[in-house]
């Protein structure tokens, strides 16, 4: 061990010098520092003066930042005031702001979706297909908007949710929408089944 002044990281020498030159392994002790109890942060030094400013500097950001401090509810990101969130209680006021915010994009539309339905209408109650999601990213498409969507692959014999038919019917819609489906049978990867859309 060598002298360290920072409490809480050690400074070890190894016993064999790695590319010519000795390492030094600066290590977070502390476990709430840690990515987890079961875990250290091991950082190779090649002077005992970057080992002393590693160790410095990790504590200090550790001690000043909030993602390391259990916040309220035990959960590790702190509360932000004036952001721009908003919370929904139920889908219709959802559904409806992603109506207003799909009709102010100009450039893009990103949308990945579990089960899309192209024929669900997100304002209600309907008396026309303004509101439909296939007449509104149509309706984006024919002013140049690039409308990108990318759906859950399903294997058919477990779930109903033809993502095909989903598929077909926006990508012949108009040119500028693009589908993909991601993953099928036979795969071992996982695609989020939440909805993300990002408009720009």
Same mark, same amino acid.
Not at 78 to 102: C, H, I, M, Q, Y
Not at 104 to 121: G, M, N, R, Y
Not at 149 to 160: D, F, I, N, R, W
């Given at each position: 061990?060598?002298?360290?002044?920072?409490?809480?990281?050690?400074?070890?020498?190894?016993?064999?010098?790695? =590319?010519?030159?000795?390492?030094?392994?600066?290590?977070?002790?502390?476990?709430?520092?840690?990515?987890?109890?079961?875990?250290?942060?091991?950082?190779?030094?090649?002077?005992?003066?970057?080992?002393?400013?590693?160790?410095?500097?990790?504590?200090?950001?550790?001690?000043?930042?909030?993602?390391?401090?259990?916040?309220?509810?035990?959960?590790?990101?702190?509360?932000?005031?004036?952001?721009?969130?908003?919370? =929904?209680?139920?889908?219709?006021? =959802?559904?409806?702001?992603?109506?207003?915010?799909?009709?102010?994009?100009?450039?893009?539309? =990103?949308?990945?979706?579990?089960?899309?339905?192209?024929?669900?209408?997100?304002?209600?109650?309907?008396?026309?297909?303004?509101?439909?999601?296939?007449?509104?990213?149509?309706?984006?498409?024919?002013?140049?908007?690039?409308?990108?969507?990318?759906?859950?692959?399903?294997?058919?014999?477990?779930?109903?949710?033809?993502?095909?038919?989903?598929?077909?019917?926006?990508?012949?819609?108009?040119?500028?929408?693009?589908?993909?489906?991601?993953?099928?049978?036979?795969?071992?990867?996982?695609?989020?089944?939440?909805?993300?859309?990002?408009?720009?």
């Amino acid at each position: 061990m060598v002298d360290n002044p920072v409490p809480n990281a050690t400074c070890e020498k190894p016993a064999e010098r790695m =590319f010519g030159s000795p390492r030094l392994y600066v290590t977070t002790s502390s476990p709430r520092r840690a990515v987890s109890p079961l875990k250290s942060l091991v950082i190779k030094c090649c002077s005992y003066r970057q080992t002393h400013w590693w160790s410095h500097e990790i504590n200090r950001l550790s001690d000043s930042s909030d993602f390391l401090k259990v916040q309220r509810f035990e959960g590790f990101a702190p509360p932000r005031e004036d952001t721009l969130t908003k919370w =929904f209680v139920n889908g219709s006021g =959802f559904f409806s702001d992603l109506a207003d915010a799909l009709e102010q994009a100009k450039e893009e539309i =990103f949308i990945t979706d579990w089960w899309l339905s192209p024929e669900v209408f997100l304002k209600r109650p309907a008396t026309d297909n303004f509101w439909r999601l296939d007449e509104i990213l149509k309706r984006k498409a024919e002013q140049g908007v690039q409308v990108c969507v990318m759906l859950y692959k399903e294997v058919e014999m477990a779930l109903g949710i033809n993502s095909e038919h989903s598929k077909k019917t926006l990508m012949n819609m108009h040119p500028n929408i693009k589908v993909m489906r991601h993953y099928g049978p036979g795969s071992t990867q996982n695609l989020s089944s939440y909805l993300k859309i990002t408009k720009t």
